[in-house]
């Protein structure tokens, strides 16, 4: 793996590439989760890019953006249908930009990008989930023209 950017790097912002992840691009993926979570989960993205790797298809995308032979964010998404009543629409599972190159607009390049991938699949919609107390992501998807939809998270302590 190449070196993670540094803020001392001073590389221009617009020389950024959005495009389909690679296998070589997990441990950058792991890496920049890691930054902003605290925890390595290496299995999980591996795991996840597998299942996009093998059914790829239309409505789906794993995405990366690369700067100067350096992944600078990413964002996965897919298109699922009639979970709890909903009509088909695109879920954005993921979505990621190293924290020293934000207010970039990569996080949004690579939002349109997957948003462009599920207008080709035929939806209109676009959703995703996120904790409440994480302001610094919510505001960037309100920002988007993202709102609270029509459905509530529930859940349940398994003990």
Same mark, same amino acid.
């Given at each position: 793996? $190449? ?8 590389? *221009? ?13 997990? *441990? @950058? ?10 925890? =390595?989960?290496?299995?999980? @993205? ?10 790829? !298809?239309?409505?789906?995308?794993? +995405?990366?953006? #690369?700067?100067?032979? $350096? ?5 996965? !998404?897919?298109?699922?249908?009639? #979970?709890? !009543?909903?009509? *088909? ?6 979505l990621n930009?190293?924290? #020293? ?8 390049? +690579? ?15 676009? $959703?995703?989930? +996120?904790? $409440?107390?994480n302001h ?11 709102? =609270?939809? *029509? ?6 302590? +398994?003990?």
């Open positions: 793996m $190449r070196t993670p950017i540094k803020a001392e790097d001073n590389l *221009p912002f617009g020389d950024v590439e959005i495009r389909t992840a690679l296998a070589e691009d997990i *441990p @950058w993926i792991v890496s920049l989760d890691e930054k902003t979570t605290g925890q =390595a989960k290496l299995q999980y @993205w591996q795991e996840l890019f597998a299942h996009f790797q093998q059914s790829r !298809g239309v409505g789906r995308a794993f +995405l990366v953006a #690369e700067q100067q032979g $350096r992944v600078v964010g990413f964002i996965t !998404g897919e298109v699922r249908a009639f #979970e709890f !009543g909903s009509e *088909p629409c695109g879920w954005v599972f993921a930009v190293d924290p #020293e190159i934000r207010v970039h607009n990569v996080g949004t390049r +690579l939002f349109e990008t997957l948003c462009e991938t599920f207008r080709q699949a035929g939806v209109e919609k676009v $959703r995703t989930m +996120l904790n $409440r107390d610094l992501v919510l505001s960037f998807f309100r920002s988007l023209g993202m709102m =609270a939809g *029509p459905f509530i998270q529930l859940e349940k302590d +398994l003990d």
